[in-house]
Every structure is written in structure tokens, then in C-alpha cells.
């Protein structure tokens, strides 16, 4: 199983974590927002299958990354009232393969654009409905450091990467 370097028991000194920013024991700076949307295969939504509303979206597969927080699909649908209860999902091992298996035509992924951007640049991903993409500021690409006073090199490192991440 893929599991997240223990950053507060010094296996890593410091790490970049994909969430909401919150993980006990750690102080978490963001780098970045990440925005959510839904994603398939252009094939899937061809023609008059394409969903008009989120309700739609519980006639397809939902690809679900296997997390130990999966929190993106609750998100997206808290923000459309969308109740995922009667949702088909399929759980997938990690993220990239949610992503071959949307690519695949296999389902509905949540799409973080920053790692599929080549793949909707490319029309390979399309958003399934769009208009209804998740800007929320808690979600997105995070510093995490253990609590306490920071080592000079963990301050520029991060410093570096807050930069980079900017643009800059």
C-alpha cells in the first residue's frame, strides 16, 4: 500500500501533501489551490448521453481514488446537493489510475487540473459538466513541516517552492 511519509516522527524532514491541509502533528503551508471538476473520456458523454446536471452523473461509474480521507467526490457534491448515496463507485488503487481508467472510458473522475492538464489541453479529458468545477481554498497542494521551530534549510526550501509555485 502507498502510504504518506511520517513527517511529525522524522522520516522525512519536510514533505508536499495533496488535501485539505490538516494533519495532526504537522504545520501546513499552501503552495498551491488545486480545482476539482469531473472529468471522462469525450466518448462517454457523446451525443445525448451527455449529463445536463449533476444528478445525471449517478448513471455512469464514479472512479474513486483509494485514500485513507477520500474527500474530493463528498466536496464537489456538497457543493451541487448532489447525495452520492445511490453512486456506483469504483475504488482504484491511486490517482493516476482513477486517471487511465477516465482515459479509458471507464468512468467519471474527479479531474485535479493540475496534474491532467496536458490531458484536457490535449481533449483526451473532458469536463463532464461544465460550469461546475470546485474552487475551494482549503483544497490544494500543501508544505508540511513538523510543529516547532523549522530548520534554516526547511525555510528556504520553502520558500523556494512557494516561489516556484507562484510563478516566480
Given at each position: 500500500a502507498i502510504g504518506l511519509a511520517d513527517v511529525a516522527a522524522g522520516e522525512v524532514d519536510v514533505a508536499v501533501r495533496y488535501g485539505r491541509g490538516t494533519?495532526?502533528?504537522?504545520?501546513?503551508?499552501?503552495?498551491?489551490?488545486?480545482?476539482?471538476?469531473?472529468?471522462?473520456a469525450p466518448s462517454l458523454v457523446a451525443g445525448r448521453r451527455r449529463p445536463r446536471s449533476p444528478a445525471d452523473l449517478l448513471r455512469y461509474p464514479l472512479l474513486v481514488s483509494h485514500a485513507q480521507l477520500p474527500f474530493e467526490w463528498d466536496a464537489w457534491a456538497r457543493q451541487h446537493d448532489l447525495d452520492l448515496g445511490r453512486a456506483q463507485t469504483v475504488h482504484l488503487h491511486d490517482y493516476n489510475i482513477v486517471v487511465e481508467a477516465a482515459l479509458a472510458g471507464q468512468g467519471m473522475a474527479m479531474g485535479r487540473h493540475r496534474l491532467i492538464a496536458a490531458q484536457l489541453a490535449s481533449g483526451a479529458l473532458v469536463e463532464a459538466l461544465p460550469g461546475t468545477a470546485l474552487?475551494?481554498?482549503?483544497?490544494?497542494?500543501?508544505?508540511?513541516?513538523?510543529?516547532g521551530p523549522a530548520a534554516p534549510a526547511a525555510v528556504a526550501f520553502q520558500a523556494w517552492l512557494a516561489q516556484a509555485a507562484a510563478g516566480g
Open positions: 494533519w495532526p502533528g504537522l504545520r501546513a503551508r499552501r503552495l498551491m489551490p488545486e480545482r476539482l471538476s469531473v472529468v471522462c474552487d475551494d481554498p482549503r483544497i490544494g497542494w500543501w508544505f508540511v513541516s513538523p510543529r
